[in-house]
């Protein structure tokens, strides 16, 4: 392409970077798949170990063989990270993207345990990586309807900052009038633990660790409960209606240079760093 930025043009991969490429990052070939597979595996397997090393029992029967297992899936994804950093134009780009940061973590642990016993068992956050199960599968109608939420999420944040700051105002000033109410001898022996109450009641969990006692403060409480179900459905409004803007059909094509995905059905270049689209 004659009018294509040098910057674009290098952006583009060639030789053995272009071949592990689309084996690590595409799903459309049959290596692509196996190798998605046998990565979920390898993640399943070793959450799995992590979980039962737990276990008391289990551990001191086969706590070496666990930790052998451990460090054996830890130095796999060591490596499968490396050849992911490997096998695209901008590194940087896909370390500091979410799949990156969680490749990361998914190997820091076990290197943090040998200073920080029990560091090990942070690679549950493993699981998160599980995730590329929609994209080895073809299940992106549903990582579509992830992506909307989130955006859903992110348009709507201004009008669930002021509810939730209205809502923070509102169990402070339930808190102190059952603290007014109630008083030490039932149980509320301060305000921020009258507050806790109010949040407790007002989000409908109930733990009954502290409850009114006075015929006042039952009628307080139950107020407070009628009011929290009127509470808890804002945001749900606020969310539902930002979501019918977030519909868009998109493609599950990963940008070569910084591995993106999210791109429009006829997108030719990535619309995050503006490298060229396979």
Not at 7 to 36: C, M, N, Q
Request: proline share 3%; glycine share 8%; net charge positive.
């Amino acid at each position: 392409m004659s009018g294509q930025s040098p910057a674009l043009e290098k952006s583009v991969l060639e030789g053995w970077r272009a071949r592990l490429h689309t084996i690590i990052y595409e799903t459309d070939t049959p290596a692509g798949r196996f190798f998605d597979a046998s990565l979920i595996a390898a993640i399943v397997i070793s959450v799995i170990l992590i979980m039962l090393d737990s276990v008391s029992w289990i551990n001191e029967g086969y706590g070496r063989v666990i930790y052998a297992a451990e460090w054996f899936f830890t130095i796999f994804f060591t490596i499968e990270y490396a050849l992911r950093l490997a096998c695209v134009a901008r590194p940087a780009r896909y370390a500091t993207s979410f799949f990156g940061i969680v490749d990361l973590m998914a190997i820091i642990p076990t290197f943090l345990d040998l200073l920080i016993p029990g560091g090990r068992y942070l690679l549950v956050i493993r699981v998160l990586r599980v995730l590329r199960i929609f994209r080895t599968f073809k299940l992106f109608e549903y990582m579509n309807e992830g992506m909307f939420i989130v955006q859903a999420m992110k348009a709507s944040r201004k009008k669930i900052s002021v509810f939730l700051l209205a809502v923070l105002t509102l169990v402070v000033v339930l808190g102190s009038l059952m603290y007014l109410i109630e008083g030490a001898e039932n149980g509320f022996t301060s305000i921020p633990r009258s507050i806790y109450w109010a949040i407790v009641t007002m989000t409908t969990v109930g733990y009954g660790d502290v409850a009114p006692k006075t015929t006042l403060g039952m009628g307080l409480a139950a107020v407070v409960m009628i009011l929290g179900y009127a509470i808890l459905a804002v945001p749900t409004g606020i969310v539902t209606v930002e979501m019918v803007h977030a519909s868009a059909q998109k493609s599950s094509q990963a940008c070569p240079s910084c591995c993106g995905e999210g791109h429009d059905i006829d997108a030719v270049f990535c619309k995050r760093c503006g490298g060229k689209l396979n």
